[in-house]
């Protein structure tokens, strides 16, 4: 059986009970220690990882720094050939220093990857490449996500999915043009890593994250084309119920908690935004919906009430007195407190 991985403030408190166990005679010594054993430290951001990452930072910007204010003195072959060297230089340290000083080696290979974009962009200037800025975040994903895959860095990955954020919404928003289908093959990729590196909550979140992004843009740019007059509504409608199904669709437990509860932000913003395309229908059903939620012991459909209720309340200035709304929201939300108190106490279970 392999270790779980936990944090040292979990692995402190379970030494801490176990140490008791063994003065009381429940456990023996070897018992103790081979219970410890099932278990390893995760690595966690300290001192160190901070320190090296700033100094990451810096190298790379001090490089390309330097670089930027002698550009113009410099050739094209040197220019290019400075920047190949430097890119080499900080990588291949890294791996001749990974066996002893792992954070070291990881810390340049950071500045790698700095370098690396900075040289995208270099380059194409040098030579008048003329090519969208979204597709140089593209290249500099490209290349981030082999050396994430390389080095097994969440963190690496986390920015990989920054740069196609940028990618994605960059073509669609800034230079309008054709929808980036390179997305689509870069999703499938990603979520291939995220299972190699078992679903990280925050790479799984950003991964997610990613995805509904890349169909709502989707949505956005193909629905008006089909010639529907509400075209608007249809993409709401289509990314509201996507956000049914993800807050209760069946997925591994490693990404059920992650997934339900982007789910349930979804399918609350889009339907905040739906109530001024639908009658009076629409926000009593889905408020009902919510309150079924609320039962079921959703925390996330509280929130979502809450701005319900403010959406309405701003309207409400000129037929409901102030203090009359915040004394029905006060009352709900007292209401709801005491619900989950009452079903904490008899053993119920809340999620989400």
């Known amino acids: ?77 040197v220019k290019f050939l400075l920047i190949i060297a430097c890119l080499i230089g900080v990588n291949f340290a890294g791996v001749k ?21 900075a040289g995208i962009f270099l380059v194409e200037q040098m030579f008048n490449i003329s090519i969208n800025f979204n597709n140089s975040f593209l290249l500099w994903a490209i290349g981030t996500v082999f050396i994430g895959y390389y080095l097994k860095d969440v963190f690496i990955l986390l920015f990989t999915s920054f740069l196609l954020f940028i990618y994605l919404n960059g073509s669609i928003f800034v230079d309008e043009t054709s929808y980036p289908f390179a997305i689509l093959v870069f999703l499938p990729a990603l979520y291939i890593l995220l299972k190699k590196f078992d679903y990280p909550n925050y790479l799984t979140f950003f991964i997610n994250a990613l995805a509904i992004n890349t169909i709502a843009l ?9 010639g529907f007059e509400n075209s608007n509504t249809i993409v709401l409608s289509i990314l509201f119920v996507l956000g049914i199904v993800l807050a209760y669709i069946p997925v591994r437990a490693k990404l059920q908690n992650i997934t339900h509860i982007q789910g349930h932000i979804l399918h609350g ?45 701003i309207y409400s200035f000129d037929f409901l007195p102030k203090s009359l709304t915040f004394i029905i929201g006060g009352i709900m939300l007292i209401g709801f407190g005491f619900f989950f108190e009452n079903q904490r106490q008899k053993g119920g279970e809340l999620n989400e």
Request: hydrophobic share 55%; aromatic share 18%; charged share 15%.
């Open 1 to 77: 059986m392999a270790n779980k991985a936990i944090t040292k403030k979990q692995f402190d408190f379970l030494e801490h009970e176990f140490n008791y166990l063994e003065k009381e005679g429940v456990i023996s010594r070897q018992e103790k220690v081979r219970m410890l054993g099932s278990y390893h430290v995760k690595g966690n951001l300290n001192f160190i990882t901070i320190l090296l990452s700033i100094g990451a930072l810096l190298l790379g910007l001090g490089v390309l720094t330097f670089v930027a204010s002698n550009w113009i003195y410099l050739s094209k072959a």
């Open 97 to 117: 220093v990974q066996a002893r000083f792992p954070k070291t080696s990881r810390s340049l290979h950071y500045a790698g990857i700095l370098i690396f974009g």
């Open 218 to 226: 989707f949505l956005m740019e193909f629905v008006p084309k089909l």
């Open 269 to 313: 913003i889009t339907a905040l935004f739906l109530t001024f395309e639908f009658s009076i229908w629409f926000p009593i059903a889905y408020f009902v919906f919510l309150l079924y939620l609320i039962l079921k012991g959703s925390l996330t459909s509280i929130v979502i009430i809450c701005a319900l209720i403010f959406r309405y309340y």
